[in-house]
């Protein structure tokens, strides 16, 4: 995963969850552990897109779907991937790789939503190491897919879910745009609710 997409993580994160516009090139450096030159780039990009507006001390966010839509456009989802296998039973799997990996994509969608969307590929952030450890791969086409670890994703989620920013752009890179809908609702959703608390 590219450091950029840690900003835009945090940025989306911050202003869906906990109803934040403001945010400062330092506190950004600070919490996605990248330079304040990357730093600087990106949020001059965003500006230039009209996502954001320059201010004293830091920038305010204005237009949050241009930086979610830009994330979902510009990453790389199979480009994560540094573990794929054959495995015989993606229910098993689950259960076996539960507190050790974080799921996304449709697996991700049924924890976030307790629904389930019904897949035959399995996505998960993780450790291959630890991971090969506990599953039995067998030959055939991938259906299980393990994507680069990142300590900033694992800050920001919480019982094992991933934020639902994340979940987005992940899904959308596997255009599953009916899955989109419904996280789109609970993004905004999430919004309103950070935004009642601040008042």
Known sequence: MKKWERLFREILHGFHSRGERFFTQ????????ISAGAASRMIGWL?????VEHRPQGFRVIDPGKIL????VKRNLMGDVVYSAR???LAEAENLLGGK?????HCGYKLAFGEDPGYDRLFAYGRPGEVREILKATEGEPNFFLLEWDEHLAKLSEGGKIPLVQLYVDL????AAKLLERVELELERERLAALEKLM
């Open 69 to 72: 839509l830009s994330w979902a």
């Open 26 to 33: 330092n506190q950004l450096c600070a919490s996605c552990s």
């Open 101 to 105: 990996v974080l799921f996304t994509a």
């Open 87 to 89: 495995i015989p039973s």
């Open 172 to 175: 959308w890179q596997l255009g």
């Open 47 to 51: 500006e230039q897109i009209g996502a």
